[in-house]
């Protein structure tokens, strides 16, 4: 632990380390202090997301596949490169996109059969 401010802050805080903060906001140097857990605050323990199974299950089978999405900012085309319980993947020619599934309005893929 260091001496001073830091390390009596450091003592107060116990082992925790302040979250990362950007050096530069738009290409300006950000202006910001420390951000530290305050022990004695109880700090989110639980991530929490809504899933719709069977939408999640439809997408996962188009991995790979090129498809368009109709999302509530608009449609994306792009290749489905990967699908977890929160957020789909869409590689473009020059980029990729995380899209929220509870972003997604509704997909269209290559012809597949449910079963």
């Not at 302040?18 to 951000?35: E, F, K, L, R, W």
């Not at 439809?58 to 596949?65: K, V």
């Amino acid at each position: 632990m260091g001496t001073g401010k830091d390390g009596e802050r450091s003592k107060a805080h116990g082992v925790q380390k302040p979250s990362d903060q950007p050096g530069y906001v738009n290409h300006m140097p950000a202006m910001h202090t420390q951000i530290c857990p305050i022990m004695g605050v109880p700090q989110p323990t639980e991530y929490v997301t809504h899933l719709d199974p069977v939408f999640v299950q439809h997408l996962s089978r188009h991995q790979g596949q090129r498809m368009a999405l109709m999302t509530t900012a608009g449609r994306i085309e792009g290749i489905n490169a990967g699908v977890a319980v929160d957020h789909i993947q869409i590689n473009l020619e020059d980029r990729s996109l995380h899209i929220r599934i509870s972003q997604i309005i509704y997909f269209e893929g290559p012809l597949t059969s449910y079963r």
